[in-house]
């Protein structure tokens, strides 16, 4: 093997343990209990199509590149006034993730 590999080998594997260690701090929360980070402005939307970990460890990676088409496609948006107002009302549950300084969510789909 040569140092190469090695090194896209120990990539691999820090990717790995990243989506690993994502998948396990995501959780369901009230949409109204991050109406404090709202407020903030931290909040992004991820569109349902997407998968929440991986879009959260392109953040914890600083991935700009692979980001960038999501932001320009509104995939991951701020939540405007009229979705956090609908949220609110309806008591929303929505998937979440911390990924500092951002509070990343996405709206449950039907069978979940």
Do not use: C, Y
Request: charged share 25%.
């Amino acid at each position: 093997m040569t140092s190469e590999d090695s090194i896209k080998q120990a990539e691999n594997q820090g990717q790995v343990e990243l989506l690993q260690r994502l998948h396990l701090e995501t959780g369901r929360i009230r949409w109204r209990a991050l109406q404090r980070f709202f407020a903030q402005g931290v909040v992004l939307k991820v569109a349902p199509e997407r998968d929440l970990v991986k879009v959260a460890a392109l953040f914890a990676s600083d991935d700009a590149a692979a980001l960038a088409p999501l932001l320009n496609t509104s995939e991951i948006i701020a939540p405007d006034d009229a979705i956090a107002r609908d949220w609110f009302h309806d008591d929303v549950e929505v998937w979440s993730i911390v990924v500092a300084p951002f509070v990343l969510v996405q709206e449950l789909s039907e069978n979940e």
